[in-house]
């Protein structure tokens, strides 16, 4: 249960992160040019945005607690469950950003949903933690 609790928490900063990038980076406007000077000049506007800092800051707890996981669970288990995140970013993107969601994308993130409750059905972890391995084999030894 812990896994999933730390796995939903991270889902919900991996999407609040990239909102916040996504409105930081709007507020920028388009990036269409190449020119080192021009780039760096946008590099400036990116690390001056508050939302770009947010957004960085959010998606680095995700991380966290994305490693954390991977510590407890299998990382067959943990991949596909997070990939929840791309139901709940479509979601955020429509409500938050007032981005236009097709329905064809709608019936993807359904396909994702059904891969994701396939997925969480199934034994988290299927090898030992190296601390328990260790533990038998010293005390076969």
């Known amino acids: 249960m812990k896994t999933f609790i730390v796995l939903f928490i991270a889902i919900c900063a991996q999407t609040l992160g990239d909102v916040c ?5 709007k ?3 388009e990036v269409n040019t190449l020119n080192p000077a021009e780039l760096f000049h946008i590099g400036v506007q990116v690390f001056t945005n508050p939302y770009v800092w947010l ?7 995700f991380f966290g607690l994305y490693l954390v996981a991977l510590s407890w669970a299998d990382l067959s288990f943990v991949l596909p ?3 929840f995140g791309y139901a709940l970013n479509a979601l955020m993107s429509w409500k938050l ?3 236009h969601v097709s329905p064809l994308r709608w019936v993807g993130t359904l396909v994702i949903c059904f891969g994701v ?3 969480s059905r ?3 972890r299927t090898t030992k933690p190296a601390s328990a391995a260790a533990e038998t084999g010293a005390s076969a030894a």
């Open 21 to 25: 990038l996504k409105n930081g980076m």
């Open 27 to 29: 507020s920028i406007g």
């Open 55 to 61: 957004g960085i800051f959010v998606l680095s707890i």
């Open 81 to 83: 469950v997070t990939a």
């Open 97 to 99: 950003l007032g981005e």
């Open 117 to 119: 409750a396939i997925v």
């Open 122 to 124: 199934t034994e988290q």
